[in-house]
Structures are given as structure tokens and as C-alpha cells.
């Protein structure tokens, strides 16, 4: 397998996790080598226990990011660690192919060297959060909840607008309706 010189390896490394800690959406806690939890800050949901599972909006969410010595020829794993209702991404203590907290990145399954390093890795994460794809959903318990909540409008998702309310004004167009896209 391709790896980089070891101190070429380990000089990246530390130039990417510092980009990491200078953005204002992220922050990284080292665990050990090669093993980080990122904190993101995005919008998106989890059920709640209290009020008979229904999705509530949580605005950070951690995973976990182990980084293989053949990085960058090789992209990181990831596991997600907090509670998430989600159609692309299994909460912790849901596997799929054998992954505990599965995150389905497209750019990772076609991953190509140097194609992006830890920061673009991220913002990819930052924006599954927030636009979830329920054209592509894990076939596992929580993602499949997630996706038929997208489909019934009560999520939101980026494909599909939601409609929220009928505008009342005096224009023309009060009765049109007024759409947010998730």
C-alpha cells in the first residue's frame, strides 16, 4: 500500500487538524494518533425520548474521524457518535457493513488521492447534516425513519421544499405559498 514519508505523513496531518481548529463550524479533539472526534456545527435532528419520538432539531453533532497512515491515498473512516435521525448517516448504535455509525459521503466512495483533505472532509459532513438525500438511505431502521419523515414533509430536505404556511398580505400574490428549502 501507498504511504507518504513518514514525517511528510505527520506534517500534513497536523497542517490539516489545524485548518480544522480555525474554522468556526468545527472543533477537534485529539484522541490519539490518527484518531480525532470533530464537533459539527450544522442543522439537523434526532428523536427525542420525551416526546414520543418526535424529531428535534440539534445544531452540534461529533464524529469520529480515524485517519490511516496511508493517507491521503486511502480516505478517512468515520463513525458517527451522537444521536442523529438521519437518511444518510446510522446513529451510533446502528451498523451497516459492519460500521457502527455509518456515514454514507459520496465523495468517499469514489475517493481518489488527494481529491480533498480533512477540512473539505468536514464541510462535506456539515453538509450532509444539513441536506439530507433520501434518494440514497441506509437500509437500516433509523435512516429508513428518517427518509420516510423527509418524504412526508415533516423533516426538511433540500430536493424537497416543505411548504410552512399560506402568506397573508395585500398583494396579488397572498395567496401563494411560502416554501424553505432545508
Not at 490511516?68 to 486511502?74: A, D, G, I, K
Not at 427518509?147 to 402568506?167: A, C, M, Q, V
Request: hydrophobic residues 30%; glycine residues 4%; proline residues 9%.
Amino acid at each position: 500500500m501507498l504511504c507518504l514519508p513518514e514525517d511528510i505523513f505527520w506534517n500534513r496531518l497536523e497542517e490539516e487538524i489545524s485548518e480544522i481548529r480555525n474554522h468556526e463550524d468545527f472543533e477537534v479533539e485529539k484522541k490519539k494518533d490518527q484518531e480525532y472526534v470533530i464537533t459539527i456545527r450544522a442543522k439537523g435532528y434526532e428523536l427525542s425520548s420525551s416526546i414520543r419520538n418526535t424529531p428535534i432539531l440539534k445544531n452540534s453533532h461529533k464524529v469520529k474521524v480515524i485517519v490511516p497512515r496511508e493517507y491521503p491515498y486511502e480516505p478517512p473512516e468515520l463513525h458517527w457518535m451522537t444521536p442523529i435521525l438521519h437518511s444518510n448517516i446510522c446513529p451510533p448504535h446502528e451498523s451497516y457493513k459492519g460500521i457502527k455509525g455509518f456515514v454514507c459521503i459520496e465523495g468517499l466512495n469514489y475517493y481518489k488521492p488527494f481529491s480533498f483533505n480533512l477540512v473539505s472532509l468536514c464541510e462535506s459532513i456539515r453538509n450532509i447534516i444539513e441536506n439530507p438525500n433520501p434518494a440514497s438511505t441506509i437500509p437500516t431502521k433509523t435512516p429508513k425513519k428518517a427518509s420516510d419523515l423527509i418524504r412526508k414533509n415533516i423533516l426538511p430536505s433540500k430536493d424537497e421544499p416543505t411548504i410552512i404556511y399560506y402568506g397573508t398580505n395585500e398583494s396579488d400574490s397572498a395567496d401563494l405559498p411560502t416554501l424553505i428549502r432545508g
